[in-house]
């Protein structure tokens, strides 16, 4: 028995030790990207859309085009070795933030509920660009663009983002469509000429 036991604790106890380890040191990148901090990346992205400042675009008919490429000044060289990914977002312009705390910006980026609208993900590759058409789902605010570079844990490492003092804006849908705004005018010069007709007739009455 006493062998035994010898043979638990030269084999097994260090095997235990280790798994230990390893699960501490092993991060998944929900955790790693759920700790990370705005102010703690490097802004090594530069981000271009091309509205205009002030310029209003309309939810599920216009387009944006955005453009993202590693800022060369601000990186060193090599900085961006361990990028996999980009991910580009529509994000509550500051103006649009006042007053509404489901879409306050927080430092914390698990936290952050200004930029809820992805763009498009795809494999980083020094630089991108692509036609994104404003979803029908985006409500009437005003926006800028941000883009996050991801490693190959998952976890945001750089980012970039357009001014977001320069914001367009969104006009999103209310949910009257054009043959309902048709079909109220209809009803709307039916129901006057119906309340002419009803006068005519009460004034012929009192005429009698």
């Not at 062998?3 to 230990?20: E, Q, S």
């Not at 490429?69 to 006042?98: F, H, I």
Request: charged share 15%; glycine share 8%.
């Amino acid at each position: 028995m006493a062998r035994f036991g010898a043979v638990i604790h030269r084999v097994f106890l260090p095997l235990l030790l280790l798994l230990v380890v390893l699960g501490a040191c092993h991060v998944t990148p929900a955790a790693a990207a759920a700790g990370a901090r705005l102010s703690a990346l490097a802004k090594a992205l530069v981000v271009e859309a091309s509205p205009r400042a002030g310029q209003v675009l309309h939810a599920g008919e216009d387009a944006i085009t955005v453009t993202w490429s590693l800022n060369a000044t601000a990186a060193a060289a090599g900085a961006d070795a361990g990028y996999k990914a980009v991910k580009v977002t529509l994000c509550y312009a500051p103006v649009s933030q006042v007053g509404r705390g489901w879409r306050k910006a927080h430092d914390d980026l698990s936290k952050d509920k200004a930029c809820q609208f992805k763009i498009a993900q795809q494999p980083y590759d020094g630089a991108g660009k692509f036609e994104y058409t404003v979803a029908r789902d985006v409500p009437t605010a005003s926006y800028y663009v941000r883009a996050y570079a991801f490693d190959a844990s998952g976890a945001r490492v750089a980012y970039g983002e357009t001014a977001p003092s320069a914001s367009f804006a969104v006009a999103g849908i209310t949910g009257v469509t054009a043959s309902i705004e048709v079909a109220a005018g209809v009803l709307s010069a039916f129901s006057v000429a119906a309340l002419a007709v009803f006068l005519v007739l009460e004034n012929k009455k009192k005429n009698k």
